[in-house]
């Protein structure tokens, strides 16, 4: 079955998601309860994040999650150009959608304690390069995570990473180079039909 297991656990339950925009930028905030394992006591923590009209981005505290759809459809971000997105190392999940059609964000700096990318995270999202080489730990890898990036042109997976999920590159026309060090990860690839032209990692 391999590395990239769907667990039950980590749980979460997501309130009204609060955006409000000021001179300096646009600031989203989300209360979560998040249930660690079965049994466990639920945690409540707030997301708070603030994307300054320069394009930087700011979060407070040590978020455990980036929630579900927590940056889609906000008309205020795409009001904003070349967002340079820098996950704080605290997130180990980012949920389902998390950045999709968040075509503005052209950097992502993803964090080394990642353990789950939920599917469609990064999907229609306008960065052109992703470096999960840095995520050592993650286990889950969500189906069409980074589908119909249309600015996508390298991506690198870590060695963790031995199946690559369905649809996670599709629709990127520009995606040239995958560095795909797993073999294992490497044939699911071309199992998925990805264009092995596209696909030339080095191992």
């Not at 997301?47 to 459809?73: A, L, Q, S, T």
């Not at 990642?114 to 229609?124: T, V, Y």
């Amino acid at each position: 079955m391999g590395n990239n297991r769907v667990s039950k656990y980590p749980k979460f339950k997501y309130l009204d998601r609060q955006v409000k925009k000021d001179k300096e930028g646009v600031s989203i905030s989300q209360n979560v309860i998040i249930i660690l394992q079965q049994g466990g006591t639920p945690i409540t923590e707030t997301v708070n994040c603030k994307v300054f009209y320069n394009g930087d981005v700011k979060f407070e505290g040590e978020p455990y999650v980036i929630p579900k759809e927590f940056f889609f459809n906000i008309n205020e971000i795409e009001e904003i150009s070349d967002i340079r997105m820098t996950i704080p190392n605290s997130v180990v999940v980012i949920d389902e959608d998390a950045f999709c059609d968040c075509k503005n964000i052209t950097s992502i700096d993803l964090p080394s304690k990642l353990r789950i990318i939920g599917k469609g995270a990064f999907s229609m999202c306008g960065a052109n390069s992703m470096d999960l080489s840095n995520c050592k730990n993650i286990n889950t890898l969500g189906s069409r995570v980074f589908s119909s990036c249309n600015s996508l042109i390298k991506i690198i997976f870590p060695e963790c990473i031995d199946t690559i999920p369905e649809g996670c590159c599709e629709g990127c026309k520009k995606l040239e180079y995958a560095d795909i060090k797993n073999e294992l990860a490497s044939r699911h690839v071309i199992d998925h039909k990805v264009k092995q032209e596209k696909m030339t990692g080095e191992n």
